[in-house]
Protein backbone atom coordinates (compact mmCIF):
# COMPACT_ATOMS: atom_id res chain seq x y z
CA UNK A 1 0.00 0.00 0.00
CA UNK A 2 2.94 2.72 0.54
CA UNK A 3 4.95 1.67 -2.27
CA UNK A 4 1.20 2.53 -4.17
CA UNK A 5 0.70 5.97 -2.35
CA UNK A 6 4.73 6.49 -2.85
CA UNK A 7 4.60 5.77 -6.64
CA UNK A 8 1.19 7.87 -7.00
CA UNK A 9 2.54 11.28 -4.83
CA UNK A 10 6.09 11.19 -7.37
CA UNK A 11 4.13 10.72 -10.21
CA UNK A 12 1.99 13.88 -9.23
CA UNK A 13 5.13 16.18 -8.55
CA UNK A 14 5.94 18.24 -12.27
CA UNK A 15 9.35 17.60 -13.07
CA UNK A 16 12.54 18.94 -11.85
CA UNK A 17 13.95 21.99 -13.45
CA UNK A 18 17.82 21.92 -13.76
CA UNK A 19 19.64 23.83 -11.44
CA UNK A 20 22.89 25.83 -11.27
CA UNK A 21 24.51 23.71 -8.08
CA UNK A 22 23.71 20.19 -9.70
CA UNK A 23 25.32 21.33 -13.61
CA UNK A 24 28.14 22.63 -11.37
CA UNK A 25 28.65 19.25 -8.91
CA UNK A 26 28.35 17.55 -12.56
CA UNK A 27 31.04 19.11 -14.38
CA UNK A 28 33.28 18.83 -11.11
CA UNK A 29 32.69 15.06 -11.13
CA UNK A 30 33.39 14.69 -14.93
CA UNK A 31 36.96 16.94 -14.08
CA UNK A 32 37.84 14.23 -11.35
CA UNK A 33 37.28 11.59 -13.45
CA UNK A 34 38.86 9.95 -15.69
CA UNK A 35 36.64 11.94 -18.62
CA UNK A 36 35.70 8.84 -20.18
CA UNK A 37 34.43 6.37 -17.66
CA UNK A 38 31.68 8.62 -15.76
CA UNK A 39 28.29 6.39 -14.51
CA UNK A 40 26.07 7.72 -12.34
CA UNK A 41 23.79 5.47 -9.68
CA UNK A 42 20.38 7.47 -8.89
CA UNK A 43 18.96 6.25 -5.84
CA UNK A 44 15.57 7.64 -6.24
CA UNK A 45 12.93 6.78 -8.75
CA UNK A 46 13.13 9.94 -10.95
CA UNK A 47 14.20 11.27 -14.11
CA UNK A 48 16.22 14.45 -12.31
CA UNK A 49 19.57 12.52 -14.02
CA UNK A 50 17.95 12.69 -17.32
CA UNK A 51 17.61 16.13 -17.02
CA UNK A 52 21.60 16.27 -16.40
CA UNK A 53 22.58 14.01 -19.17
CA UNK A 54 23.80 16.40 -21.39
CA UNK A 55 25.39 19.71 -20.22
CA UNK A 56 27.05 21.92 -22.72
CA UNK A 57 26.58 19.93 -25.37
CA UNK A 58 27.77 17.19 -24.23
CA UNK A 59 26.99 13.65 -22.65
CA UNK A 60 27.78 13.84 -18.82
CA UNK A 61 27.59 10.29 -18.11
CA UNK A 62 28.06 7.19 -20.06
CA UNK A 63 25.54 5.54 -18.50
CA UNK A 64 22.96 6.16 -15.04
CA UNK A 65 21.81 3.44 -13.70
CA UNK A 66 18.10 4.02 -11.35
CA UNK A 67 19.03 1.17 -9.34
CA UNK A 68 15.71 1.75 -7.49
CA UNK A 69 13.54 1.41 -10.40
CA UNK A 70 12.47 3.97 -12.75
CA UNK A 71 8.67 6.10 -12.38
CA UNK A 72 8.44 6.78 -16.14
CA UNK A 73 9.98 2.79 -17.08
CA UNK A 74 8.28 0.72 -14.72
CA UNK A 75 7.26 -2.22 -17.05
CA UNK A 76 10.93 -3.00 -17.25
CA UNK A 77 12.83 -1.22 -14.63
CA UNK A 78 10.02 -1.87 -11.57
CA UNK A 79 10.35 0.48 -8.44
CA UNK A 80 11.80 -1.18 -5.27
CA UNK A 81 11.13 0.02 -2.25
CA UNK A 82 11.60 -1.42 0.67
CA UNK A 83 14.82 -2.06 2.96
CA UNK A 84 18.20 -2.69 2.60
CA UNK A 85 20.32 -3.89 5.82
CA UNK A 86 20.64 -7.91 5.39
CA UNK A 87 23.81 -7.30 7.93
CA UNK A 88 21.40 -6.39 11.25
CA UNK A 89 20.37 -8.59 13.85
CA UNK A 90 17.26 -8.13 13.24
CA UNK A 91 17.49 -9.03 9.68
CA UNK A 92 18.37 -12.67 10.83
CA UNK A 93 15.82 -12.95 13.12
CA UNK A 94 13.29 -12.28 10.81
CA UNK A 95 14.73 -14.43 8.59
CA UNK A 96 14.50 -17.54 10.98
CA UNK A 97 11.10 -16.87 11.48
CA UNK A 98 10.67 -18.53 8.20
CA UNK A 99 7.51 -16.27 7.72
CA UNK A 100 8.54 -14.81 4.24
CA UNK A 101 5.91 -12.02 4.87
CA UNK A 102 8.82 -9.95 7.13
CA UNK A 103 11.35 -10.34 4.45
CA UNK A 104 9.31 -9.53 1.07
CA UNK A 105 10.59 -6.15 0.87
CA UNK A 106 14.15 -6.59 1.47
CA UNK A 107 15.89 -4.54 -1.12
CA UNK A 108 18.28 -7.64 -2.43
CA UNK A 109 15.61 -9.79 -3.57
CA UNK A 110 13.95 -7.26 -5.91
CA UNK A 111 17.00 -5.89 -7.60
CA UNK A 112 16.93 -9.41 -9.89
CA UNK A 113 13.37 -7.79 -11.66
CA UNK A 114 16.16 -5.67 -13.70
CA UNK A 115 19.49 -6.00 -14.91
CA UNK A 116 20.67 -2.82 -13.21
CA UNK A 117 22.23 -4.64 -9.81
CA UNK A 118 23.78 -6.88 -12.57
CA UNK A 119 25.00 -3.64 -14.65
CA UNK A 120 26.54 -2.07 -11.57
CA UNK A 121 28.51 -4.55 -10.84
CA UNK A 122 30.18 -5.14 -14.14
CA UNK A 123 31.02 -1.50 -14.12
CA UNK A 124 33.15 -1.71 -10.86
CA UNK A 125 36.01 -3.58 -12.94
CA UNK A 126 38.60 -0.65 -13.00
CA UNK A 127 39.19 2.73 -10.09
CA UNK A 128 36.35 4.45 -9.42
CA UNK A 129 35.41 8.07 -7.38
CA UNK A 130 32.13 7.98 -5.98
CA UNK A 131 30.29 11.35 -5.92
CA UNK A 132 27.58 11.54 -3.39
CA UNK A 133 25.05 14.13 -4.24
CA UNK A 134 21.35 14.40 -1.88
CA UNK A 135 21.95 11.21 -0.23
CA UNK A 136 21.66 10.21 3.44
CA UNK A 137 23.94 7.45 2.99
CA UNK A 138 20.96 5.85 5.24
CA UNK A 139 20.77 2.34 6.85
CA UNK A 140 17.93 1.07 4.05
CA UNK A 141 20.72 0.84 1.62
CA UNK A 142 23.26 -0.71 3.57
CA UNK A 143 24.54 -3.91 1.86
CA UNK A 144 24.61 -1.67 -1.34
CA UNK A 145 26.31 0.49 0.42
CA UNK A 146 29.01 -1.09 2.25
CA UNK A 147 30.14 -2.81 -0.71
CA UNK A 148 31.02 0.22 -2.68
CA UNK A 149 32.35 1.82 -0.05
CA UNK A 150 34.89 -1.03 0.70
CA UNK A 151 35.06 -2.02 -2.66
CA UNK A 152 38.93 -2.44 -3.86
CA UNK A 153 38.36 -0.53 -6.46
CA UNK A 154 37.07 2.92 -5.06
CA UNK A 155 39.36 5.17 -4.55
CA UNK A 156 37.31 8.57 -3.09
CA UNK A 157 34.26 9.04 -1.46
CA UNK A 158 33.29 12.48 -2.29
CA UNK A 159 30.52 14.15 -0.28
CA UNK A 160 27.82 16.84 -1.91
CA UNK A 161 25.96 18.53 1.57
CA UNK A 162 23.32 20.75 1.44
CA UNK A 163 23.89 24.16 3.76
CA UNK A 164 21.48 26.56 4.86
CA UNK A 165 21.99 28.61 7.81
CA UNK A 166 22.30 26.53 10.97
CA UNK A 167 21.84 23.26 9.02
CA UNK A 168 24.98 21.54 7.97
CA UNK A 169 24.40 17.65 6.32
CA UNK A 170 27.90 17.05 5.79
CA UNK A 171 28.24 15.75 9.50
CA UNK A 172 25.57 13.46 9.68
CA UNK A 173 26.13 12.00 5.91
CA UNK A 174 29.55 11.45 7.10
CA UNK A 175 28.34 9.39 10.01
CA UNK A 176 25.91 7.69 8.17
CA UNK A 177 28.72 6.79 6.05
CA UNK A 178 30.96 5.72 8.46
CA UNK A 179 28.38 2.96 9.84
CA UNK A 180 28.25 1.03 6.45
CA UNK A 181 32.31 -0.01 6.62
CA UNK A 182 32.81 -3.21 8.36
CA UNK A 183 36.18 -2.85 9.16
Not at 64 to 73: C, R, S, T
Not at 83 to 106: A, C, P, T, V
Not at 116 to 122: F, P
Request: proline letters at 2%.
Amino acid sequence: ILKKYLINYLTSLPSPEKSKIFEDIFRKARRSGDGNNIFAINFNYTNTLNIYSRIDGMNIFNEAINIHGDLDNQHVNPIIFGYGDEMDERYKRLELSNDRRFIENIKSFWYGYSNNYQNLISLLGNTFELHLIGMSCGLSDRVLLNYLFEHENCKKIQIYFYKKGDFDSYFSTYQSIAMHFSI
